[in-house]
């Protein structure tokens, strides 16, 4: 088992550190306000600093609310650093992720940077899984104890690329929330129950995600007009005719309105033809 240190004690460092100890390894942990004293009864050793924390164990995890955090923190630890393993796994951008990693291996740590896909129950169980940039070397030493917390992948040695696909993740996710959240209103709006409404929406969701692959095709290969179904032009009418009813429910359609631009602007560059998936040409160009 390996001695490992947690800095920050939210809900998911405190689910870190917890899952840790159940699994036999050596634990301390440091947080900022006094919130430990669980931890320590379970069997993990709390530090007064963190650069006693990062001294005290062969890897360190640094979890808290941002990049912003972590730095402090670290700037606390940064005598103790050299030829430490440091994993972050706090939530922020790629620039974050590579301004962290410069900072960290000028101090002398080897660097880890995560993202996490998982809420704090689900650390330590099946289907939680944590992504990994940077140190190739550092994960597979530690891969035992990263796979203690979750599924561990690493994505490559650039440090950005974890924070990089959590996010992309999340868009995703938050893509899909919207869409339900747009939908549950207009089912409301008429009077009717969302709940009811579910048995039609999850099965339309899955038959299409099934689209999900063709696209991701032609989005890598740039050829958005091979085997079009339904063009651009067509489904930008639904579009426009779901943006409308909102309006007339009484429904804001403000989840479905960006979509709707994004697509008439492809239109009117003369991509009616092709699939939705030509779309992502019009986001690609935002700076």
Not at 158 to 173: E, H, I, K, T
Not at 206 to 217: E, H, Q, R, Y
Request: charged share 20%; aromatic share 4%.
């Amino acid at each position: 088992m390996s001695r490992i240190s947690i800095l920050g004690l939210g809900a998911m460092g405190t689910a870190l550190a917890a899952t840790l100890v159940r699994k036999g390894h050596s634990v301390t942990v440091w947080n900022r306000t006094p919130r430990a004293e669980p931890l320590a009864s379970a069997g993990a050793t709390i530090a007064a600093t963190p650069a006693e924390a990062v001294a005290a164990s062969d890897l360190t995890i640094v979890c808290v609310v941002d990049y912003a955090a972590a730095g402090a923190v670290l700037a606390e630890a940064q005598d103790a650093l050299r030829g430490r393993d440091l994993v972050n796994i706090t939530n922020g951008t790629p620039r974050d992720a590579k301004n962290l990693a410069a900072w960290a291996e000028k101090k002398g740590a080897v660097y880890l940077d995560g993202g996490i896909m998982a809420i704090p129950p689900m650390i330590g169980e099946t289907g939680a899984l944590i992504l990994y940039s940077g140190s190739g070397a550092l994960f597979e030493r530690h891969k035992p104890s990263l796979d203690a917390l979750a599924e561990s992948r690493h994505l490559g040695e650039d440090p950005s690329l974890a924070a990089l696909y959590d996010l992309a993740l999340l868009s995703g996710m938050y893509g899909l929330f919207s869409g339900f959240l747009h939908a549950g209103a207009l089912v409301a709006s008429s009077g009717g129950k969302v709940t009811d409404f579910l048995p039609l929406l999850l099965p339309w969701i899955a038959a299409m995600s099934g689209t999900l692959p063709d696209l991701a095709n032609n989005i890598d290969s740039g050829l958005h007009d091979r085997s079009v179904v339904s063009n651009l032009a067509m489904q930008t009418v639904a579009l426009e005719n779901v943006a409308r009813a909102s309006t007339e429910q009484g429904v804001a359609p403000d989840f479905i309105e960006p979509m709707l631009r994004l697509a008439a602007r492809r239109i009117a560059e003369g991509h009616g033809n092709d699939d939705i998936s030509g779309v992502i040409e019009t986001i690609r160009r935002q700076k």
